[in-house]
């Protein structure tokens, strides 16, 4: 693909300072502030009704905030919307396309807002739709609508890429190979902001990530930053028999789990007992010897690396796939 290879110069991509905006009697967008830098991949999570889609929605110029400033590229979309428009490249979390219109035909219509871009065949191949050329938007799986989705945001050849939920319905493959794409768009300079309900996804591909929550952001940093928040480099995940959680036969006291040494935090979650566990391999046994001297029979047992996930839920209490 004939990216641009010129690394941006300036000042941020994206500033935002004091944003707010309101529905009614609900605050979608209370106070926030956040600056992503130039050639950064920068993540935006959050369960919904966080005020996510609000915030993209106000930096893609789609919605107009109540109060504070936002800066993209520079620009401002009240007196530069006609040069944000040539400069950015968005791919909203649902795209409808013209059932009639062909991949080919569809692509040829987008290259046509743009005074620079990159090629139809070009973007074809990206995509990997080279087999469906000629086939009717209609009649596309929801993974290759995504990937045309994908190929219609990068045909203006943009320095800042939005990104909603990009790899949504794509198989492994496609997602990797989309992947591999984000990686070659951040090497040739382009900023991407990205919301995504892959955690792996986000690991891997920001640079740094915001995960907010009622309006504002609650943490920000790199992944690594995020996850080392947990308070261990591992979690221990288990149920017991017999009536748990809450009282009766088979309740734990919390204060036997977190006195044992390596456990650094504990938590329940729909009757899931979560530890945050430093050296593994000497607290796994001691969880054992306590439970054991409780009379507790464990139905359900594993061990995971902390990730992102466990940082999100221990914000929020919430998955992020909930509703």
């Not at 990205?194 to 990530?209: F, G, K, N």
């Not at 080392?228 to 979690?235: R, S």
Request: net charge negative.
């Amino acid at each position: 693909m004939n990216y641009r290879t010129e690394k941006a110069e300036g000042g941020p991509s994206l500033q935002l300072r004091g944003l707010r905006k309101a529905y009614a009697d609900v605050q979608a967008v209370d106070g926030l502030d956040l600056e992503v830098a130039r050639g950064e991949c920068f993540g935006l999570l959050g369960p919904n009704g966080a005020g996510k889609t609000t915030t993209i929605e106000i930096c893609e110029g789609l919605t107009a905030p109540d109060d504070g400033t936002v800066e993209v590229l520079g620009l401002n979309w009240r007196t530069g919307a006609g040069e944000l428009r040539q400069r950015i490249g968005i791919q909203l979390q649902e795209t409808q396309f013209p059932d009639k219109l062909t991949v080919e035909e569809t692509l040829r219509l987008f290259r046509s807002f743009f005074k620079r871009g990159i090629s139809v065949d070009k973007l074809i191949e990206t995509a990997q739709l080279e087999e469906k050329r000629r086939s009717r938007v209609g009649g596309l799986s929801g993974g290759q609508k995504q990937r045309l989705a994908m190929a219609c945001a990068l045909v203006g050849d943009p320095e800042l890429l939005f990104l909603d939920e990009p790899t949504t319905g794509l198989d492994p493959q496609a997602r990797r190979h989309l992947w591999d794409l984000v990686d070659r768009l951040k090497q040739a300079g382009r900023t991407i902001i990205l919301t995504t309900h892959y955690m792996e996804e986000a690991e891997r591909l920001c640079d740094r990530v915001a995960i907010m929550d009622h309006g504002r952001v609650i943490a920000l940093g790199t992944p690594q930053q995020l996850i080392a928040t947990v308070g261990g480099e591992d979690i221990v995940e288990f149920a017991v028999g017999g009536g748990e959680p809450g009282g009766g036969h088979g309740a734990i006291d919390p204060a036997l789990l977190t006195a044992i040494p390596g456990v650094q935090s504990h938590r329940v979650d729909a009757g899931l007992h979560q530890l945050s566990v430093s050296e593994l391999h000497l607290a796994v046994p001691r969880i054992f010897a306590a439970l054991t001297g409780q009379g507790l029979h464990l139905s359900e047992f594993r061990t995971h690396s902390a990730t992102l996930e466990d940082v999100f839920v221990r914000l929020t209490g919430r998955n992020l796939r909930d509703e």
